[in-house]
Nanobody
Framework: QVQLVESGGGSVQTGGSLRLSCAAS????????MAWFRQAPGKEREGLAA?????????????LYAASVQGRFAISQDSAKNTVYLQINNLQPEDAAMYYC?????????????????WGQGTQVTVSS
């Protein structure tokens, strides 16, 4: 079984920054990719960024971003801690949502939520003006 635990959400003023964390544990396997998604009330779950997190290298692109967040969001990992991060800069009111991380046993990072098997419970981000 795989467990994903997100943290780092909170209430931030417009223009502020946050770093979200997602710690993975359990039988994740050696060929994995992880991603961050968000979902605001009444909206569909949106893929933001994805990264290859497996052992060794991948023949595919190792990070992937949605066009809407490119340049403002940054995904990274600490393999020793089995943790993936999402740095969010210049937060805007439209960034307010529940943020989720997800894991798939595949070397190809993806922004499609249907491609992921394991999900965390989410961490809430609120942006105030």
């Amino acid at each position: 079984q795989v467990q994903l635990v997100e943290s780092g959400g909170g209430s931030v003023q417009t223009g502020g920054s946050l770093r979200l964390s997602c710690a993975a544990s359990g039988n994740t396997g050696s060929v994995t990719s992880m991603a961050w998604f968000r979902q605001a009330p009444g909206k569909e779950r949106e893929g933001l960024a994805a990264i290859y997190t497996g052992a060794g290298t991948t023949t595919y692109v190792d990070t992937l971003y949605a066009a809407s967040v490119q340049g403002r969001f940054a995904i990274s990992q600490d393999s020793a801690k089995n943790t993936v991060y999402l740095q969010i800069n210049n937060l805007q009111p439209e960034d307010a949502a529940m943020y989720y991380c997800a894991l798939r046993r595949d070397e190809r990072p993806s922004l499609a939520h249907g491609d992921y098997t394991y999900w965390g419970q989410g961490t809430q981000v609120t942006v105030s003006s």
